[in-house]
């Protein structure tokens, strides 16, 4: 058995969301923003989840998105290095945010973080939950809302891309072209009905898990819904440079 997990909640408490009723008041949705990025490849001076984009923090970018009041997110969960905790306060504090959201100590690799996450959630029976990158903040709301939806009806939904290159594999003698019809390129959210996952993170982690639809994916065809090529995850300082580029004409459009 599993030993009994209590989260670390040393920052923002956790603060109900209203019940709006619609789709949520049968199948509850929940969220976890898993943000446990050094910032090592982005050669900057802080992690990249709480660099500068237009002016806020990559990370309350991201948490806007999922509480915009239509998707009905009724719990979100921050997951974060503990050493990081003092500076998402910090950060929370100077830009007033007022958005619902509870934060947890996050663990040594992502599945561990993701673990953690759900942990925290043991109070809810269940529901779907959403897992996401939070240096991903350009989602759409569009693309949170298919993948809640897709895991609704089958019970394990992840937003992807076709690539847009030629791709190939590697071979002891060279390389060899792969069809990349057949090819996707996952993104997040990643969305699953709560009690799928759970069962799924009770078991050992193995190298072979890089997201949560590899760890479930022994549990449940993974359904795939369309993504969004503006859904880039910020690890590059090239990347920063396109989503504030992006996030500026979202905005004039708006």
Same mark, same amino acid.
């Given at each position: 058995?599993?030993?009994? +997990?209590?989260?670390?909640?040393?920052?923002?408490?956790?603060?109900?969301?209203?019940?709006?009723?619609?789709?949520?008041?049968?199948?509850?949705?929940?969220?976890?923003?898993?943000?446990? *990025?050094?910032?090592? =490849?982005?050669?900057?001076?802080?992690?990249?989840?709480?660099?500068?984009?237009? *002016?806020?923090?990559?990370?309350?970018?991201?948490?806007?998105? +999922?509480?915009?009041?239509?998707?009905?997110?009724?719990?979100?969960?921050?997951?974060?290095?503990?050493?990081?905790?003092?500076?998402?306060?910090?950060?929370?504090?100077?830009?007033?945010?007022?958005?619902?959201?509870?934060?947890?100590?996050?663990?040594?690799?992502?599945?561990?973080?993701?673990?953690?996450?759900?942990?925290?959630?043991?109070?809810?029976?269940?529901?779907?939950?959403?897992?996401?990158?939070?240096?991903?903040?350009?989602?759409?709301?569009?693309?949170?809302?298919?993948?809640?939806?897709?895991?609704?009806?089958?019970?394990?939904?992840?937003?992807?891309?076709?690539?847009?290159?030629?791709? =190939?594999?590697?071979?002891?003698?060279?390389?060899?072209?792969?069809?990349?019809?057949?090819? =996707?390129?996952?993104?997040?959210?990643?969305? +699953?009905?709560?009690?799928?996952?759970?069962?799924?993170?009770?078991?050992?982690?193995?190298?072979? +898990?890089?997201?949560?639809?590899? %760890? %479930?994916?022994?549990?449940?065809? @993974?359904?795939?819904?369309?993504?969004?090529?503006?859904?880039?995850?910020?690890?590059?300082?090239?990347?920063? @440079?396109?989503?504030?580029?992006?996030?500026?004409?979202?905005?004039?459009?708006?």
């Amino acid at each position: 058995m599993r030993p009994p +997990f209590t989260p670390d909640l040393t920052g923002p408490k956790s603060v109900p969301a209203p019940d709006t009723g619609g789709p949520s008041a049968s199948t509850p949705r929940f969220a976890i923003l898993v943000a446990g *990025g050094s910032g090592t =490849r982005m050669g900057a001076d802080r992690p990249k989840q709480f660099l500068n984009l237009l *002016g806020e923090p990559v990370l309350l970018h991201t948490l806007r998105r +999922f509480l915009e009041a239509a998707l009905q997110v009724e719990e979100c969960v921050v997951v974060l290095p503990p050493e990081q905790f003092a500076t998402w306060q910090q950060l929370c504090q100077e830009h007033q945010v007022r958005l619902p959201h509870a934060v947890v100590a996050g663990g040594a690799t992502r599945w561990a973080s993701v673990r953690n996450g759900l942990a925290y959630l043991i109070h809810r029976p269940a529901g779907l939950v959403a897992v996401h990158d939070g240096v991903r903040p350009l989602v759409s709301a569009q693309v949170i809302e298919q993948t809640y939806t897709a895991a609704a009806a089958h019970g394990a939904a992840v937003a992807a891309v076709a690539p847009k290159d030629s791709v =190939r594999g590697l071979a002891q003698q060279g390389s060899y072209a792969l069809d990349r019809s057949r090819l =996707r390129l996952v993104q997040t959210p990643q969305c +699953f009905e709560l009690n799928l996952l759970r069962r799924a993170y009770q078991l050992p982690e193995l190298p072979t +898990f890089t997201d949560d639809a590899s %760890v %479930v994916e022994d549990l449940q065809p @993974i359904y795939l819904v369309p993504g969004d090529y503006r859904n880039l995850k910020i690890t590059t300082p090239e990347d920063l @440079i396109v989503a504030e580029a992006l996030l500026r004409a979202e905005q004039a459009t708006s």
